[in-house]
């Protein structure tokens, strides 16, 4: 016996278990590349510049981001372009099920396996590097739940204007390459120029860097970080669903 | 014995795109237990017409009713009463055939076992391969399995053996015969003549977005001018141009040695009357019943002619 919306989940997390591309990025990826940098000597000393902080520690917060950033602007779209060309949405308006469903159990597969990646992170950059774990775990779990909020309706929105798989590739791309510079996969935001720290900061995965690390350090969060984050996720949602075509 | 209890009701039901009109005024009832069919050329408004009876669609204007459930308003009750097939519509690439019986069968109250269903529509040896790796027929079998699992009133069937080779054609029309026997309601969508008149208790021939014609096979084949086929030989030249002229004959032509004449019902015998004036002695004489494909033809064929004979080319070529 199961419910409908069980079993779709079930049936969801069984597809997504048969890409192996995306559990690569999603999930090994993010713990692969904190490793990596890792073996870098001076990222793990402390960093007056960066108030005593390593760079390897605040890269544990950037490769947490990375893993929600490849599942919105990339897998969840991907997913669900398909469904939509392959009319497998039209198919299922015809059941009792509907539709939103299976977008509802793909966006709770998705925010699975991007929290497991992010609790391989944290743990690979605690017995690896002996990162510290966050000293405010609460504000921690709020602001995650913010910015993977925020990366859903990004792949929501990316799902919903993208009339095929070639236009939403490009999207993907676009999309994951600024939100990756803004996360601070290439130069972590706590080490840009002030200037540039805060015009990223304005941006949802700027401002989850931010407030992630203020948690790590055992701070509150700015209101403002969260506030950026809410504000682009119900922008997006809200974008996402006046676009969203079923067919 | 079937009940008379409509199974589904559209009543002067109207849709257009932008200035295409694409199904106008079109009434019927669908008695419970029917097999019905929806016959007609691509572009012809059948499709719009069963997505307007499944809620996918809204109509402009009329009313369509399914066992006494609105599909425009009440979709979530129509879902449980409907199951259909649609054309084209596909499945995840990477999930099993067993995978998608499960999961459909958990979708509905009182799903129909589907390991029965899968080995009647010869999918029991393929349960574990993915719906990427089978074949065009087993992928439209599978759809057709689970437009069934829910154990629907009302079965929804658009194109049901297109792409199928003539043994799993057979196969499909087996299950509709079933299904008809379990008192299962059936709206056929096809272009297939034979299959029509195979399968359906009642057919619609649908045209330009009306209804052209709606009865039995048999009565639409015996209203049209070419309900017989009348065959023979002839040892000396034929006056076909007075046969032509009798009043029962529709059409005459000379085919490899023989004489082919198409008529009403009763053109056989004043063709043999014909003959018997003009001297000759048909030989190898057969009249056979006519079938669907000239009665199409024949209703269908008027309003092509006149209307829009350049842009239905392609769809009576297809038909052949």
Known sequence: MSSPTTAIIRNEARLFSREPVAVFWMLAFPSILLAGLGLIPSFREPDPNLGGQSVIEL?????????????????????????????VLRRLRTTPLGPSRVILAQVVVHAAVVSLAALLCLLVGRVAFGTPLPEAPVGYALV?????????????VISAVAPNATVANVLSMAVMFSFMFTAGVYLPVQAMPDALQTIVSFFPMGAAAEALNQAVLGEVPDLIHLGVMAAWTAALSLIAVRAFRWE | MHTTTAAVEVTALH?????????????????????????????????????????LRRGDAGRVRVHGIDPWTDRAALTKVLGIQLQEAQLPEKITVSEAFELWSALYDDPVPWPGLADNLGLGEHVDRRFGKLSGGQQQRLSIGLAL????RVAVLDELSTGLDPRARREVWQIV?????????????????DEAQELCDRI????????????????????????????????????LQALRELATVSEVRSEVGRIV????????????????????????????????????????????????AAESTDDVEEIR
Do not use: C, W
């Not at chain 1, 602007?73 to 009319?87: D, G, H, N, T």
């Not at chain 2, 001018?225 to 000396?236: K, N, P």
């Not at chain 2, 015998?269 to 018997?276: G, N, R």
């Open chain 1, 59 to 87: 890269y544990v917060q950037v490769v947490v981001l990375l893993s929600m950033i490849f599942s919105g602007a990339q897998a969840m779209p991907e997913f669900l372009i398909s469904y939509r060309q392959r009319k």
């Open chain 2, 15 to 55: 849709k257009r795109y932008g200035e295409k009109v694409a199904v106008q005024d079109v009434s019927f009832t669908v008695r419970q237990g029917e097999v019905f069919g929806i016959l007609g050329p691509n572009g012809a408004g059948k499709t719009t017409t069963v997505e307007a009876i499944a809620g």
């Open chain 1, 144 to 156: 995650y739940l913010l910015a993977l909020a925020s990366m859903m309706a990004v792949g929501a």
């Open chain 2, 149 to 152: 699992v829910g154990n629907p």
């Open chain 2, 177 to 193: 015969r079933d299904l008809r026997t379990r008192g299962v309601t059936v709206l056929l969508v096809t272009h297939a003549m």
């Open chain 2, 204 to 239: 619609a021939i649908v045209q330009h977005g009306r209804i052209a014609a709606l009865d039995t096979p048999d009565a639409l084949i015996r209203a049209t001018s070419s309900a017989t086929v009348t065959t023979f030989r002839a040892e000396v030249a034929v006056d």
């Open chain 2, 261 to 308: 004449v198409q008529g009403t019902e009763d053109a056989a015998v004043q063709v043999i009357d014909e003959l018997h004036r003009q001297g000759v002695r048909p030989r190898d004489l057969r009249v056979v019943e006519g079938n669907l494909d000239t009665a199409y033809l024949d209703l269908t064929a008027t309003a092509t002619a006149t209307a829009a």
